[in-house]
């Protein structure tokens, strides 16, 4: 069967994350003309398309993944020629990659990169994890819904505290803020090409424990207890209730507007939300606060407009197509069962962010 990319529910995503549309690590590939191509092919045949974080296997940037109705293709290696071939094969509406393509085809959800157990607990993990926020990029969330806590482009004003519940490591900069606990039950695993490397490229916190109980439709939750800015502290609080046990992506609103707007959909699921909220949502542009079990981070920064560009610092993303993978790791990472995931640090992160 051929599936028509024309369909709403096909798309194409572009990975420009840590290692993917990296000039560093492909210094002669013109990354910013692959994507004008690529968006202008998705875009002659009606196809959704984002440039989004990492999608995992980072070995084998710079990934495409390509969805054609329920199917999707993750392929890599595309540099060079394969931009062209991958662009006529958009506009030719084919259920399989052509020829040329197909060496680059790989299965993205099974393969994954090394990993190791960091050995530091307690009081020095928290220490490290101070460490990673004045360097590289911090996520909290999950594919498709993230928060990004990014001090590459002014210092992080870095606090350790030491509190009956764990050493609680908060960071803060002029767009965004990330706060974690570090407790008895919290680890790290860390992954990179080589498992044996004292400095891995991607540092995933995890704990022991239950998940968060998940929330479907979007919930006011009521005034923030425990905000990391103080500004926002009579704010309203509202999940847009992704049901995960992984993460929860928030909207914090003071903005009256937007609250009455809001409360009127109170039960609605993320995907039934209409498009008014979503526009006021970019208009307003409320603190988003994104948790998990480890803790959360809080973005300021303006929203940007469909298909704008994210600005430098901390941003987030919301993307449905990724949500969609189910995914609680961007592929090719994993850790062993019964951890429950953290925040993820990137040592190393793309100067660009397109969605």
């Known amino acids: 069967m051929i599936s028509d990319p024309r369909s709403p529910a096909?798309?194409?995503?572009?990975?420009?994350?840590?290692?993917?549309?990296?000039?560093?690590?492909?210094?002669?590939?013109?990354?910013?003309?692959?994507?004008?191509?690529l968006r202008a092919a998705a875009g002659s045949v009606g196809a959704r398309f984002h440039v989004v974080d990492c999608l995992g296997p980072c070995e084998r940037s710079n990934v495409v993944v390509v969805r054609h109705g329920d199917r999707r293709h993750w392929l890599g290696g595309i540099l060079g020629?394969?931009?062209?071939?991958l662009a006529r094969w958009l506009g030719d509406m084919g259920d399989q990659p052509p020829v040329p393509l197909r060496a680059h085809v790989f299965d993205g959800l099974t393969g994954r990169a090394k990993q190791r157990l960091i050995p530091a607990r307690g009081p020095d993990l928290a220490a490290l994890c101070a460490e990673?926020?004045?360097?590289?990029?911090?996520?909290?969330?999950?594919?498709?819904?993230i928060a990004e806590f990014d001090s590459s482009a002014e210092t992080a004003d870095v606090r350790v505290a030491e509190t009956v519940e764990g050493t609680i490591v908060t960071a803060t900069t002029s767009t965004g803020a990330m706060r974690v606990c570090i407790d008895g039950a919290t680890r790290a695993f860390g992954f990179g090409t080589d498992a044996a490397a004292e400095e891995p490229r991607t540092t995933v916190l995890v704990r022991t424990g239950d998940g968060l109980t998940p929330r479907r439709g979007l919930t006011e939750v009521g005034r923030d207890p425990d905000p990391i800015v103080e500004d926002d502290r009579g704010a309203v609080l509202f999940d847009l209730g992704l049901d995960r046990a992984a993460t929860r992506f928030m909207v914090r609103v003071a903005d009256g507007p937007l609250v009455a707007l809001l409360r009127r959909a109170r039960g609605t699921p993320i995907e039934g939300l209409e498009t008014a909220?979503?526009?006021?949502?970019?208009e307003a542009s409320p603190t988003r606060v994104v948790e998990t079990v480890i803790g959360r981070v809080e973005v300021s920064a303006p929203i940007p407009p469909p298909q704008g560009r994210s600005p430098v610092g901390s941003h987030t993303h919301l993307l449905p197509d990724i949500l969609d993978l189910g995914l609680d790791l961007p592929a090719g990472l994993t850790v062993p069962s019964g951890w429950r995931?953290?925040?993820?640090?990137?040592?190393?992160?793309?100067?660009?962010?397109d969605v």
């Open 10 to 37: 096909s798309s194409v995503l572009v990975c420009r994350g840590c290692c993917c549309g990296s000039s560093t690590k492909h210094p002669e590939v013109d990354h910013a003309g692959q994507v004008d191509r």
């Open 81 to 85: 020629d394969e931009v062209e071939d």
């Open 132 to 145: 990673l926020c004045t360097a590289g990029t911090w996520t909290m969330g999950v594919p498709g819904a």
């Open 277 to 282: 909220i979503w526009q006021a949502m970019v």
């Open 341 to 353: 995931i953290g925040p993820i640090h990137y040592a190393d992160h793309a100067d660009d962010h």
